[in-house]
């Protein structure tokens, strides 16, 4: 069984206050029984961003660095308590503007994982921010076994190619810290993403307030296995779901069943044919007139 923490906290722009209420979420996981816990989208300033122009350099100075301080912070709570910890920042870029990224950090310290929002809310405050380059998956040890780990985030999973690439990449669970609502389409979607794609999902929002939680987990085995010429029954591939309030909840995924399931099942990669999506790789986009002020959280 891997065991993944949902570290569902409430939203606070104070980057000190976070550092603190963090660390200590990561301790609480540990002992919970947790080997990976998860926060929240941009966590080091609870996911806020300038109102206009004129602070948008005060902003900025909240960016952080793996070699700072606050990044250091994490790399020893994670080797104090064996813990890997998905860190979510707003990520200093000496070459622009920030980037809104998750870092996954080992029970070693170590960082496996650096990946930069893809699909960030141009059409919102993340105007602001850069976007990264691509979907990245590692390989995290947790002492009993290796777990390929993806990662997307937030918006990133209103487009079904994020999953899609993670799975090609081998992606065996997809985490995706969160901020905005989670309301039931956008949790129906999700849940298609672990459908079609054979991966375990663990989606991590922000409780109360303007997101209202809702963390949740998909195993990604929509069918019980087969028994001789009897075939599998459909199954709720959900795990778990918080409520609204501040909470820390565990995942726990078979990864036994997981594998056996995607050995064999249709869907995945196994009976794609690529030679037909070749639309899928035109680089144009059709351009829509949003309002100005359109708020995704």
């Known amino acids: 069984m891997f065991t993944v923490a949902l570290l569902q906290l409430k939203q606070n722009s104070d980057h000190e206050k976070n550092l603190k209420i963090g660390t200590d979420a990561c301790v609480k996981a540990k002992e919970m029984g947790a080997e990976l816990a998860v926060f929240p989208e941009m966590w080091n300033n609870g996911y806020s961003f300038p109102t206009n122009d004129k602070f948008l350099l005060n902003w900025q100075k909240q960016a952080i660095a793996e ?56 059409f919102s405050s993340e105007k602001y921010l850069s976007p990264g380059g691509s979907f990245n ?14 990662s997307m985030i937030c918006y990133d999973r209103e487009f079904p190619e994020s999953a ?56 990604g085995i929509a069918f019980t296995e087969s028994v ?34 995607r050995n064999k099942e249709v869907w995945g990669n196994a009976y794609r044919k690529p030679d037909k999506y070749k639309e899928m790789i035109d680089e144009s986009v059709q351009s829509q007139n949003l309002p100005a002020l359109f708020s995704f959280c």
């Open 67 to 122: 070699e700072g301080e606050y990044f250091q912070k994490f790399i020893e709570c994670a080797k104090k308590n064996k813990i890997a910890v998905a860190l979510t920042y707003l990520k200093e870029n000496k070459n622009g503007k920030p980037f809104n990224a998750v870092s996954i950090i080992d029970r070693h310290g170590d960082v496996i994982l650096t990946y930069s929002k893809v699909h960030t809310c141009d």
């Open 164 to 219: 899609r690439i993670l799975m090609l990449k081998g992606a065996e669970i997809i985490i995706i810290p969160n901020a905005c609502e989670f309301e039931i389409n956008r949790k129906c979607q999700l849940r298609a993403r672990a459908f079609e794609n054979m991966t375990g999902c663990v989606l991590v929002n922000y409780a109360e307030g303007k997101c209202k939680g809702k963390s949740v987990a998909f195993d």
């Open 228 to 261: 001789g010429e009897i075939d599998g029954l459909s199954r709720d591939m959900q795990i778990v779901e918080a409520g609204e309030k501040e909470c820390i909840v565990l995942a726990r995924f078979d990864m036994d069943r997981l594998r056996r399931y």
């Open 137 to 150: 998956v590692c390989n995290l040890n947790t002492g009993n076994e290796t777990i390929k780990v993806g």
